[in-house]
């Protein structure tokens, strides 16, 4: 339960936090992305890790039974159960616990969405989360992971961080620049070969691996059955 990095238990924080994301993110891209990537169907229910301000957990929770937002940080479930309520959305739950510490009492679910969360562990724990969201799944059931992953040259790194650096200060200003770093300097981002082995350690079977600019990844998997 406890913040790794930025502290999103900061009422600043949260309340910046859609505007500042909508700066370098497509959250509308990436929604329609993830509903056509898992397939969702109206009888089915998911499980949001991380959901922060509740954007996705709200777009997802027209496609499927139920949702259950998940995420550590009291003031964004507060921000985001605010949010959904006042778009008639009644059928998520907002629950205040971490990967780690997650306790589900419903049956395993059709799906399991985490995004830009999972680099908040170190790699031991990232790994036993990983491997509880498969416990948490049907066979078959599919996890979708977005996050910040190397898929850099390793000789390259300085050039490639600074890079990424640079461009993130021309597209979003000094402020994303500073996040950026300290996302760098104190969170747990792994690389892409640690993240696959993990995912397939744990039961799941990747079916694509996007790693577009090197940075950022998008994992869709499924729980491999027997
Ligand atoms: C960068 S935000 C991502 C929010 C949202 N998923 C998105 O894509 O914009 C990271 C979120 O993960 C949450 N978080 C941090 N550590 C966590 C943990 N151990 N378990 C679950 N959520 C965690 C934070 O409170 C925050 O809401």
């Not at 993830?34 to 929770?61: C, H, M, N, R, Y």
């Not at 562990?121 to 078959?140: C, E």
């Not at 079916?207 to 491999?224: I, L, P, S």
Request: aromatic share 10%.
């Amino acid at each position: 339960m406890r913040h790794v990095g930025t502290d999103y238990n900061s009422e600043n924080e949260v309340r910046n936090y859609d505007e500042r994301m909508s700066k370098i993110r497509d959250i509308r891209a990436e929604t329609r992305g993830i509903i056509s990537a898992l397939d969702l169907k109206p009888d089915q229910s998911v499980i949001e890790f991380g959901a922060g301000t509740g954007e996705l957990s709200a777009a997802i929770s027209e496609q499927c039974r139920g949702v259950y937002a998940v995420d550590i940080s009291r003031v964004m479930l507060d921000y985001a159960a605010k949010k959904t309520h006042s778009l008639g959305r009644n059928n998520i739950r907002f629950i205040q616990a971490g990967f780690l510490n997650y306790r589900h009492d419903g049956d395993p679910v059709d799906a399991v969405i985490t995004q830009l969360a999972l680099h908040h562990l170190p790699d031991f724990w990232k790994q036993i989360a990983i491997l509880k969201i498969s416990g948490l799944l049907r066979p078959g059931g599919k996890l979708y992971l977005r996050d910040i992953v190397y898929s850099i040259k390793l000789e390259k790194y300085e050039a490639s961080v600074n890079h990424v650096l640079d461009s993130f200060k021309k597209i979003a200003g000094d402020e994303m620049f500073d996040k950026f770093s300290n996302h760098v300097r104190n969170e747990y981002s792994t690389f892409d070969w640690v993240m696959e082995e993990m995912l397939y350690r744990a039961g799941f079977d990747i079916e694509t691996a996007d790693y577009g600019d090197n940075f950022m990844a998008v994992y869709v998997c499924h729980k491999r059955r027997g």
